[in-house]
């Protein structure tokens, strides 16, 4: 079955420190591995995708990397804010039969602290 | 322009009943994606709808099932309720249905079934 690990569960940290999250997905082939930003109440919204011949790809103080040799990305947040506080999810897209179904981790619960 | 909106936001069902979701995509879109949820199971892929014709469908019970009508809105049923079907319904619509797609979520409905 394919899987989408993230970590931590859940991560607190001070406004202005950096903060990298974690995603191990299993799914092979893949077409692309997405981050996604959901605010408490409200639907995901689109931080980055990435190819799995991508290796990198930013969004502003939003940095997603890839090593596709691994089956790891990561999302680095860059001098945190406020509005920061979210939970962070990992997808993947799988491709098996043309259906790309996507595969969600349960996400990365982050809250920036003043 | 206006975001996917989704109705009713809130809503309380017992055991056994059926309940109806609808989503308005945003205007020009025509692929529209169903997503349940959950604490526990987090998001999981319900079905994609893409020109009123379901293209993907994700592993979920025959109790739920959806359809487009031609103004690409799009509505969700689940039938014979059960406790476990307690979830936030979240709606996603896209331009097209190519894998790349960005998919811009609603607001969700959240359910509760007692």
Request: aromatic share 10%; with cysteine.
């Amino acid at each position: 079955k394919n899987q989408v690990e993230q970590s931590p569960q859940s991560l607190i940290i001070l406004e202005g420190k950096n903060c990298t999250l974690q995603c191990n997905y299993t799914v092979s082939p893949f077409s692309n591995l997405r981050w996604y930003k959901q605010d408490t109440g409200r639907g995901p919204v689109s931080l980055t995708i990435m190819t799995f011949s991508e290796n990198t790809k930013s969004n502003g103080r939003y940095t997603a990397t890839l090593d596709a040799d691994t089956k790891q990305s990561s999302l680095h947040i860059t001098a945190s804010q406020l509005s920061d506080s979210a939970s962070y999810i990992c997808v993947v897209r799988d491709p098996s039969g043309g259906s790309y179904i996507p595969t969600f981790g349960r996400g990365t619960s982050l809250i920036v602290h003043p | 322009k206006a975001g996917v909106t989704q109705t009713p936001r809130y809503l309380i069902k017992t055991r056994g009943q059926q309940v109806t979701l609808s989503c308005s995509p945003i205007s020009g879109h025509r692929s529209v994606s169903w997503y349940q949820q959950t604490p526990g199971q987090g998001l999981q892929f319900l079905f994609e709808y893409f020109s009123e014709t379901q293209r993907n469908k994700g592993n979920f019970p025959g109790r739920f099932s959806g359809r487009q009508f031609s103004n690409s809105r799009s509505e969700m049923n689940v039938s014979t309720l059960e406790l476990g079907d307690s979830a936030l319904y979240l709606c996603a619509s896209s331009r097209g249905q190519g894998v790349g797609e960005t998919q811009y979520f609603g607001p969700g409905t959240r359910l509760l079934v007692l």
